[in-house]
């Protein structure tokens, strides 16, 4: 019997009202709360801020208690909101050497002007599960705090410039493209390079980073600097004429130093990987920076041959949200296609079968004209 | 959860007529212009994020909801079905942010967005039809660099197209395309139709209706004005040939239509039925009064 696909609409509704129920989960627990996921989960926050490429702690949690903790779920309704919203115009640039730093560290110095300071890391924790954690209910004591560097800190990478050793960025003044308005297209922009890194997928910048440490696409960094902490948005509206601070944001700077052999018309150099994301990001800033210094291997007359070098490869794969949607498409029906691949598939065994009798036909038939002629 | 056609729950006060603002309208219009103004050319456009995900359709949502009026009739099908559930998540969606009147049937819709096939039905000068695009290259599969695939559409080169349909006829007898089948739009550039069987691909052929392609991930349209000549790619001595399964529909025995098969148990039973459910439910009407007169 025909089964009817009839009943769709109401398949949908049923489905998304258990989604909801399941969302839920055990109603004898309390529920989540949304400050509670923004207080207490707050990298997940970071992740989905810098993926959904929107600074808002409170919808991105939001997000993520609507997604039941699928990140790249979250990434994608925190964009989906994002590109509704009236734009007013570009903040000037923010000054990350005026950051109020939570956390700053450099593998290339032991000290520095500013200091190293660890801050809330993971780093040097041994990775044994805290069964204390278990028993909920305990305060804990909140930690020791040194005073934060104050005043600018300058960037590693400052210092070796003013030296000599570390490439100068080129500085253009002209307002840099913005994949969320124009398209990409190719050869793409530094500006925008950087701009679809640091929304891209935090697994796939952390693997194609990793890459070129095994060797494709080898850059032999350094980590210049990490820092991480708030920096003040300034905006200057046409009719004051002047930047006024709008806010703070939360952010994390890596800057990779690299090394370079020079050329003809360079000398020998450092250059830089560059890594800037939403929130408390380290694994994505630094994945974000080796990519960025692989990208720059045409411009620095380097063999392309890594998948990472591969502007067109990276650029056009990086973001979760464009990818999640077509691979997850193939949920979809296909029976029209599959359908039309059926009968081309039987067509063509069909002529495959017919010409093989054919074959054997002919040779049947030249064995008996050959016995015929023996008789 | 209240339900999703309960109009208090649409949760879309704040949002423009078809969703999108005027502005990004605007955008998506003068794209749509250019791609008419040089049918089968891929014009980049700044596609937005939408509410639906990328591969679900985002490329045909925008360019209908750019062209959308209050006084539109909108069908929506996805594998020549209006009730898929993809095609009714759609058709939803526009109802929940436009309001708009919609219909499953191909004659009353002014606009018709489709994903995977044409109505049987032949479409009108009034009506336009927004086909939902994956990926507009149709030379994707043979070079993926857009850089270059660019270069060649820019000079016309689409030997490697000619090649890789050459190969399939060397190897199989056959050219081995089934669907997405590459055609040639108003003589100049290659395009594709996005993956609608091969049988459908005569119907684009100086179609009276103005035919648009969204591709909301690769961010690009194009479009066939009205009558354009539209070619499938082949060989003198290896002509252009539609399939369609070799049966009669059973439920409205239309021997012309492109049909599904459709599995009915483990022991190879199986039957083929229209894909398009609106034309097979008006010729089950048509055959049953037929029978009562």
Not at chain 1, 251 to 257: K, P, S
Not at chain 1, 354 to 364: F, L, N, V
Not at chain 2, 66 to 77: S, Y
Not at chain 2, 150 to 172: F, N, P, T
Request: net charge negative.
């Amino acid at each position: 019997m025909y089964v009817a696909v009839k009943g769709g609409g109401r398949a949908i509704s049923a489905a998304h009202a258990w989604l909801d129920e399941t969302r839920r989960g055990d109603t004898s627990l309390p529920e989540l709360t949304v400050a509670q996921v923004e207080q207490q989960m707050g990298l997940a926050v970071d992740r989905v801020m810098a993926e959904g490429s929107c600074h808002d702690r409170f919808l991105a949690a939001l997000a993520i208690k609507q997604a039941k903790g699928d990140l790249i779920e979250a990434a994608f309704l925190l964009r989906a909101y994002r590109t509704t919203l009236v734009r007013f115009g570009a903040s000037e640039p923010v000054e990350t050497s005026a950051m109020r730093l939570r956390r700053r560290v450099s593998a290339t110095y032991k000290d520095l002007p500013g200091g190293q300071v660890l801050g809330p890391t993971f780093d040097y924790t041994h990775r044994l599960l805290d069964f204390a954690l278990a028993a909920e209910g305990e305060a804990r004591g909140e930690g020791p705090q040194a005073p934060a560097p104050v005043g600018e800190v300058p960037r590693v990478t400052e210092l070796l410039a003013r030296e000599g050793l570390m490439q100068r960025e080129a500085t253009d003044d002209a307002e840099p493209g913005d994949l969320t308005r124009q398209p990409l297209a190719f050869p793409a922009a530094r500006p925008v390079r950087l701009q679809n890194l640091a929304r891209g997928d935090e697994g796939f910048l952390l693997a194609l980073g990793y890459s070129t440490q095994r060797g494709y696409g080898s850059n032999h960094p350094f980590v210049g600097e990490i820092r991480v902490g708030h920096v003040a948005v300034e905006f200057t509206p046409p009719e004051l004429g002047f930047a006024i601070e709008l806010g703070e944001i939360a952010i994390t700077e890596c800057q990779m130093v690299n090394q370079f052999k020079g050329s003809r018309t360079e000398p020998a150099q450092f250059t830089r990987g560059y890594g800037l994301v939403f929130g408390h990001g380290e694994r994505r800033a630094m994945g974000m920076a080796l990519v960025d210094r692989a990208l720059r291997a045409e411009e620095l007359g380097e063999d392309i041959a890594a998948p990472a070098q591969d502007a067109e490869f990276v650029l056009y794969h990086s973001d979760n949200i464009e990818a999640t949607g077509f691979v997850e498409h193939l949920k979809l029906p296909h029976y029209v296609d599959f359908q039309s691949e059926l009968e081309n598939l039987r067509t063509i065994r069909r002529s495959a079968v017919a010409a093989e009798a054919a074959r054997d036909g002919m040779a049947e038939a030249a064995r008996d004209g050959t016995a015929e002629a023996a008789e | 959860m209240t339900g999703i056609d309960d109009p208090r729950a649409s949760g879309t006060e704040g949002y423009n007529f078809a969703y999108l603002d005027e502005a990004t309208k605007r955008m998506i219009r003068r794209a749509i212009l250019k791609a008419v103004a040089i049918p089968g050319h891929q014009i980049p456009f700044g596609a937005r994020e939408m509410p639906l995900p990328y591969g679900w359709g985002t490329g045909g949502i925008q360019v209908t909801a750019a062209i959308l009026g209050p006084a539109d009739v909108l069908k929506v099908i996805d594998q020549g079905a209006d009730d898929t559930t993809n095609a009714i998540s759609i058709r939803r969606f526009f109802t929940r942010v436009a309001g708009v009147a919609t219909t499953e049937s191909t004659a009353e819709a002014s606009i018709i967005q489709t994903r995977h096939r044409i109505p049987e039905k032949a479409l009108r000068e009034d009506q336009v039809i927004v086909y939902q695009v994956p990926q507009p290259e149709p030379l994707s599969k043979l070079e993926p660099r857009r850089a270059e695939t660019e270069r060649l559409h820019a000079l016309a080169d689409y030997g490697l197209m000619h090649v890789r349909l050459y190969e399939d006829i060397a190897r199989l007898g056959h050219i081995a395309k089934a669907y997405d089948y590459p055609v040639m739009v108003n003589g100049r550039y290659l395009m594709s139709p996005s993956p609608i069987p091969a049988f459908d691909n005569p119907k684009m052929d100086r179609m009276p209706a103005l035919q648009l392609f969204g591709a909301g991930r690769e961010k690009r349209i194009y479009a066939i004005p009205p009558y354009t000549p539209v070619r499938s790619l082949d060989f003198e001595d290896h002509p252009f040939r539609p399939i369609r399964a070799p049966h009669a529909c059973a439920l409205c025995g239309s021997t012309e239509s492109y049909l599904d098969e459709v599995l009915t148990d483990d022991a190879g039973g199986r039957m083929f039925v229209c894909s398009d459910t609106d034309y097979c439910g008006e010729r089950q009407v048509a055959v049953a009064q037929e029978a009562a007169e």
